[in-house]
């Protein structure tokens, strides 16, 4: 079974950044497409962001389109999600998953906050 694990989350001031590593353990990781996804207190779980295997396509929610961009690493086992111009509304823990066995991270707080 694939291992993922989250870091990189913290406090940032509004219009800061942050870079979400997720890195994952065994080789099945450079055959699947990857996702972030997030959920803010009190509402649901959200899609941000999809790389396929290959990481030729990338998509984004509508939210955070523009700002966030995803991307991976094969050699390393990574797949980074790069945040910019964080609002308080990026506000949420943010998890990584590997869509096609249904493997999630558990996941790192991101607090945007004055």
């Known amino acids: 079974q694939v291992q993922l694990v989250e870091s990189g989350g913290g406090s940032v001031q509004p219009g800061g950044s942050l870079r979400l590593p997720c890195a994952a353990s065994g080789s099945i990781f450079t055959n699947y497409a990857m996702s972030w996804h997030r959920q803010a207190p009190k509402k649901e779980r959200e899609l941000v962001a999809f790389?396929?295997?290959?990481?030729?396509?990338?998509k984004y929610a509508a939210s955070v389109k523009g700002r966030f961009t995803i991307s991976r690493d094969v050699a390393k086992n990574t797949v980074y999600l790069q945040m910019n111009s964080l609002k308080p509304e990026d506000t949420a823990v943010y998890c990584c998953?590997?869509?096609?066995?249904?493997?999630w991270g558990r996941g790192t707080q991101v607090t945007v906050s004055s």
């Open positions: 998953k590997l869509p096609a066995r249904k493997y």
């Open positions: 790389i396929t295997a290959t990481g030729a396509s990338t």
